[in-house]
């Protein structure tokens, strides 16, 4: 499935100026604009927009009713169509390819371009002041098909408009590999967590984004002989988990069992940005969901139910 053009198509409907607009004059969340001004990061999914784009919204919202100048936008760099990733995770290659393929996609990748275009129009980008080994500018072409802050970016230039307000600069970091999978350290996120630490001053927001569980037939064997497909008893099988997660990577700093738990029973794309997080922020870091619901994929991928990915808003720190 090609997700960037199925995304971009939801953004650039009829309707979605109209859905985000309202989204936005609903989504005034003063407890969240607080949290914001105290450091927190705030954590929104990247799933259909009908889902995610309320949760986006109120961050958003509440980006723009706090003091902040700026984000600083922590993305995923989806791993399924990297060969680097694969050969890097294959521990029946031999140690140098797969180290070789670790370095080609270790740390965070951003854009070159100066501002980033949506289909409601153009977000500014800032720059960082200082140059690290984990941050890269994208040269081979690694984010062409990445996604996982173009619903974001919309609903960042949208909320501008909405709110009469200049679009706030955005430099986007996609984080891609930052546990060595050879030796199990996590070395690239403490100096991707410095370099965050380094980069944002009071104006500076830090965000990020993750879909927390994908669950069900169209994404591998995971949970799914004899799975539940009621919503509503998965998101109370399901929360449990990711909190169990969340905790083990924010408040104990115990960094491979939330990396564990990531690549196992949730299929959680933050688990290379949790321990980057939480090296920013400083372990224990509080954490909240804030709002937690199952999106159903089952007819967009073609696949027989249950097949649902997590729309979640967390708070992690603040």
Request: hydrophobic share 45%; charged share 20%.
């Amino acid at each position: 499935m090609d997700w960037k053009p199925y995304y971009q198509r939801e953004c650039a409907a009829a309707e979605a100026r109209d859905q985000i607009e309202r989204w936005m004059l609903e989504g005034g969340d003063p407890t969240l604009a607080q949290a914001v001004e105290r450091g927190a990061v705030l954590s929104f999914p990247h799933t259909f927009l009908a889902d995610a784009g309320p949760l986006q919204a109120r961050v958003v919202r509440s980006l723009f009713d706090s003091s902040v100048e700026r984000i600083l936008a922590l993305g995923v760099l989806h791993s399924g169509g990297l060969d680097a990733y694969r050969t890097a995770l294959d521990e029946r290659e031999p140690i140098q390819r797969r180290s070789a393929a670790f370095r080609a996609v270790r740390g965070a990748f951003l854009s070159s371009e100066a501002q980033v275009m949506t289909p409601l129009g153009a977000v500014p980008v800032w720059r960082p002041g200082g140059e690290v080994k984990a941050v890269r500018v994208d040269r081979g072409g690694l984010l062409g098909a990445e996604f996982s802050l173009d619903t974001f970016l919309t609903v960042c230039r949208a909320g501008a408009d909405v709110l009469g307000r200049r679009p706030l600069p955005v430099l986007a970091a996609y984080v891609g590999m930052t546990r060595d999978p050879s030796s199990g350290a996590f070395s690239v996120a403490e100096e991707l967590g410095d370099w965050v630490r380094a980069e944002c001053d009071v104006s500076t927001a830090v965000v990020t984004t993750g879909d927390l569980v994908h669950y069900g037939s169209g994404y591998g064997e995971a949970w799914v002989p004899g799975a539940m497909s009621d919503r509503a008893a998965l998101c109370a099988a399901l929360r449990p988990e990711v909190e169990r997660c969340l905790e083990a990577a924010l408040s104990r700093g115990d960094w491979g069992k939330a990396y564990s738990l990531s690549r196992g029973r949730l299929l959680n794309d933050q688990r290379e940005i949790l321990p980057v997080v939480a090296a920013y922020l400083g372990v224990p870091a509080p954490f909240a969901l804030l709002s937690f619901g199952l999106s159903d994929y089952a007819k967009v991928l073609g696949v027989a139910p249950p097949c649902f990915v997590a729309s979640a808003l967390a708070r992690y720190g603040g």
